[in-house]
């Protein structure tokens, strides 16, 4: 049986290498079960449903933030690299906290503050198409771990790509009563460089930075020149 050898770096910076035995339309997420199944008990990483629903499974896979459940291991492939995901303080192997990303969102009013009572209004088609785009959001991370700005210049205040489309989904809801512009450029929205590589490592390809970086911005620029 064709065996590939899996590198994951472990707690300590500890690059333990494996020989997993391959088969068709294997995931990285079942070399991960096999060697923890077979080889390392220990081996902490986190995963949920397996489907690509819940995020859970984000990790570096060859240098790339990927869903581990969801990355074929194609038959050219002869090693996997798999190690966490850069951008947060490590827990241990796999895992990280990602409580900062939490953190950040709080100071955005995260919260519909719309009307209270259950009264009849009209939303149109393209609205609820645009709500929906960033409702796609599963909270794996990926945008925030692929994030420049998160990434190389940790002095520079951002709320990171995922945060955006968070407040984006509801300043973009026709009956939102609030403005949140003004908290996400305190947050440092200008310093999002538009590198587009949230959008284009996005599980769920949500146009993070067309649809909700480049739309916060110019709707900070639009309310400022109301004034």
Same mark, same amino acid.
């Given at each position: 049986?064709?065996?590939?050898?899996?590198?994951?770096?472990?707690?300590?910076?500890?690059?333990?290498?494996?020989?997993?035995?391959?088969?068709?339309?294997?995931?990285? &997420?079942?070399?991960?079960?096999?060697?923890?199944?077979?080889?390392?008990?220990?081996?902490?990483?986190?995963?949920?449903? %397996?489907?690509?629903?819940?995020?859970?499974? =984000?990790?570096?896979?060859?240098?790339?933030?990927? &869903?581990?459940?969801?990355?074929?291991?194609?038959?050219?492939?002869?090693? &996997?690299?798999?190690?966490?995901?850069? =951008?947060?303080?490590?827990?241990?192997? /796999?895992?990280?906290?990602?409580?900062?990303?939490? @953190?950040?969102?709080?100071?955005?009013?995260?919260?519909?503050?719309?009307?209270?009572?259950?009264?009849?209004?009209?939303? !149109? @088609?393209?609205?609820?198409? @645009?709500?929906?785009?960033?409702?796609?959001?599963?909270?794996?991370?990926?945008?925030?771990?692929?994030?420049?700005?998160? $990434?190389? !210049?940790?002095?520079?205040?951002?709320? %990171?790509?995922?945060?955006?489309?968070?407040?984006?989904? &509801?300043? $973009? !809801?026709?009956?939102?009563?609030?403005? $949140?512009?003004?908290?996400?450029?305190?947050? %440092? /929205?200008?310093?999002?460089?538009?590198?587009?590589?949230?959008? /284009?490592?996005?599980?769920?390809?949500?146009?993070?930075?067309?649809?909700?970086?480049?739309?916060?911005? @110019?709707? =900070?620029?639009? /309310?400022?020149?109301?004034?």
């Amino acid at each position: 049986m064709r065996k590939i050898n899996v590198t994951v770096k472990r707690s300590g910076n500890i690059e333990k290498s494996y020989l997993v035995p391959y088969s068709p339309k294997m995931m990285v &997420l079942d070399a991960l079960f096999f060697i923890q199944e077979n080889i390392e008990p220990d081996l902490a990483f986190r995963w949920n449903c %397996g489907e690509g629903i819940c995020g859970s499974c =984000a990790a570096e896979v060859n240098r790339k933030p990927v &869903l581990m459940c969801k990355m074929e291991i194609t038959p050219d492939m002869q090693t &996997l690299y798999i190690e966490p995901m850069k =951008a947060f303080p490590l827990i241990k192997d /796999l895992v990280t906290d990602p409580s900062e990303v939490y @953190e950040k969102l709080s100071r955005l009013k995260p919260y519909f503050t719309g009307p209270k009572k259950k009264t009849f209004s009209e939303i !149109h @088609e393209d609205e609820v198409k @645009e709500i929906q785009e960033m409702r796609k959001c599963i909270d794996c991370f990926i945008c925030y771990d692929s994030c420049h700005v998160i $990434r190389n !210049h940790p002095e520079l205040k951002f709320s %990171g790509p995922v945060n955006v489309v968070k407040v984006v989904a &509801l300043d $973009r !809801h026709p009956q939102e009563k609030s403005e $949140r512009s003004q908290l996400l450029e305190k947050e %440092g /929205l200008w310093n999002c460089n538009l590198s587009r590589c949230c959008t /284009l490592n996005c599980p769920q390809k949500i146009k993070v930075s067309e649809d909700a970086i480049t739309w916060a911005k @110019e709707r =900070a620029v639009s /309310l400022r020149n109301k004034k």
